[in-house]
């Protein structure tokens, strides 16, 4: 995976194997334009494709860790950085622009995000809204700093939540409380949120990167082929039949209870010492 600055973000990775994509333009409150989604597009393909990274973390730099797309300045902004694909023309000019624009770059980040294997944790520095807040949801964990306010408020627009935020609202609320959120236009703090069950910690601001840090090496550790295994077989699990479910999981522990990492698991166990998980990707 580039280490690097590019359309909108940073990349930087850690030696445990922990990537950290940073929003890097506070003055517009890293509000994301067509550039920086297909960078991050590609930066994710770049990620579950490396073996050196295990988990990835987002988070944002100044007050905000993305407030949405950027509508004052959607097609021609200048992010900076080095681009990691090249441009391409604008196309929400007409209906179809749109629609085609949402399939293959708004609603194919969010994908890309629930379509990694390696686990990933959004670390909620500051204020999270529409496309913002839709890709946090689409992140395996959140962390938010104490005070943030989290939400999705398309409709103060006239606007939907495009990108995929209605269905990650239904999974995470419920279709009644995700019909309220949307409908009444909620904006929440993080304290709201951990009690929505849409964050999974709120700590004090100064400890947000260090408490993502430490689940992230956490994740990092662990047994990488299970960990991804599993995180793919709970997602399948939400829309399958019980029937397909165990199916499912049956599959993947044909691979996974003979694999190495099982072996030392067992081992450990056995020994009563830590196990040391992951020596194929190591070597």
Not at 22 to 37: C, D, I, Q, S
């Amino acid at each position: 995976m580039d280490s690097g600055t590019f359309s909108g973000f940073s990349v930087s990775l850690s030696d445990a194997g922990v990537a950290w994509i940073r929003f890097n333009t506070p003055e517009r409150l890293n509000g994301m334009a067509v550039a920086m989604k297909r960078d991050l597009i590609e930066a994710l393909a770049q990620a579950q494709m490396d073996n050196a990274v295990r988990v990835i973390v987002f988070t944002g730099s100044g007050r905000a860790f993305s407030a949405g797309d950027d509508l004052t300045a959607y097609k021609d902004a200048q992010l900076g950085g080095t681009a990691l694909v090249p441009p391409i023309p604008p196309g929400h000019d007409n209906a179809l622009g749109t629609y085609n624009g949402l399939r293959v770059i708004s609603q194919q980040l969010n994908t890309a995000v629930r379509s990694l294997d390696k686990l990933t944790i959004a670390a909620i520095n500051g204020v999270a809204i529409q496309t913002g807040f839709s890709l946090a949801l689409a992140c395996d964990f959140r962390i938010a700093a104490a005070g943030v306010r989290l939400g999705s408020a398309t409709l103060r627009f006239g606007l939907l939540p495009d990108e995929g935020g209605q269905y990650l609202l239904v999974q995470h609320l419920g279709l009644a409380r995700a019909l309220d959120f949307l409908m009444r236009k909620r904006i929440v703090t993080a304290e709201e949120a951990l009690a929505l069950g849409l964050v999974h910690e709120v700590v004090a601001p100064h400890d947000l990167e260090s408490a993502a840090d430490a689940l992230a090496l956490e994740f990092a550790t662990g047994p990488q082929v299970a960990m991804r295994m599993l995180k793919r077989s709970v997602y399948s699990a939400a829309d399958q039949t019980w029937a397909a479910a165990l199916e499912d999981i049956a599959a993947r522990t044909a691979i996974t209870d003979h694999h190495p990492d099982t072996r030392e698991g067992v081992a450990a166990f056995r020994e009563k010492r830590a196990p040391r998980f992951n020596a194929w990707l190591e070597r």
